[in-house]
Each structure stands twice: as structure tokens, then as C-alpha cells.
């Protein structure tokens, strides 16, 4: 398995901008699609982004498109996620998965083998 590490979360205002990073390390990385998620308190975890293992192909949930974007870099290992125009409602804490080539289909957490432990970000004025 893949070992998935976020950092870049943290609390902003109504409207700003935060760019989260997952880096991994184990099993090469080139191998995953990839995917990111979120949790807000008492709600399930949900599907927020996903890019293939070449960057070539990317999907949004209907709630971030426009605003989220989802990146990688294959040779340091690392997907980001660009958030901008962010909104309370984004209050989460954010995770990147690794595929892990199942067939729940890419916006079912049970696609995803590897999960990091997640970083807390928190729109507020």
C-alpha cells in the first residue's frame, strides 16, 4: 500500500483560498488514480475530487466544480487540491485515497485502499 500524508488545511474567511497537498510514499505513486474527500461533524464522508494516475483525467462533485481543483505530480510524489471561493459549507476535514482498483466506482470511499488522516479546514469570518 501507498502511505498518504496531508498537510495545507487551516482557517480562512468567506471566499479565500487554501491549496492542500498529499504526499506519498511506499508503492509507486504513478500507479493510483487518486482521490480526495471530506468530513464535515456528524455527516458521512464525501466524495470531493479525483484525478487519474496520469493527471490526464479529472472529475469534481457538483459542489466544488469551478472552485476545487485537482492536481499531481508524479515525480515528487504529491496531489494537491486547489480551493478557492471557499464557503462555510466547505468546513471539513479533507482526505486523499489511493485507488486501489475496485469496482465501487470512483466517488464510493470503498474504491480507496489508503487514506491519509485528514486535514481540518474551516471557513469562517
Known amino acids: 500500500q501507498v502511505q498518504l500524508v496531508e498537510s495545507g488545511g487551516g482557517l480562512v474567511q468567506p471566499g479565500g483560498s487554501l491549496r492542500l497537498s498529499c504526499a506519498a510514499s511506499?508503492?509507486?505513486?504513478?500507479?493510483?488514480?487518486m482521490g480526495w474527500f471530506r468530513q464535515a461533524p456528524g455527516k458521512e464522508r464525501e466524495f470531493v475530487a479525483r484525478?487519474?494516475?496520469?493527471?490526464?483525467?479529472?472529475y469534481y462533485a457538483d459542489s466544488v466544480k469551478g472552485r476545487f481543483t485537482i492536481s499531481r505530480d508524479n515525480a515528487r510524489n504529491t496531489v494537491q487540491l486547489q480551493i478557492n471561493s471557499l464557503k462555510p459549507e466547505d468546513t471539513a476535514v479533507y482526505y486523499c485515497?489511493?485507488?486501489?482498483?475496485?469496482?465501487?466506482?470512483?466517488?464510493?470511499?470503498?474504491?480507496?485502499?489508503?487514506w491519509g488522516q485528514g486535514t481540518q479546514v474551516t471557513v469562517s469570518s
Open positions: 511506499g508503492r509507486t505513486f504513478s500507479n493510483y488514480a
Open positions: 484525478i487519474s494516475w496520469s493527471g490526464g483525467s479529472t
Open positions: 485515497a489511493a485507488d486501489r482498483g475496485v469496482g465501487y466506482g470512483y466517488k464510493n470511499p470503498l474504491q480507496y485502499g489508503s
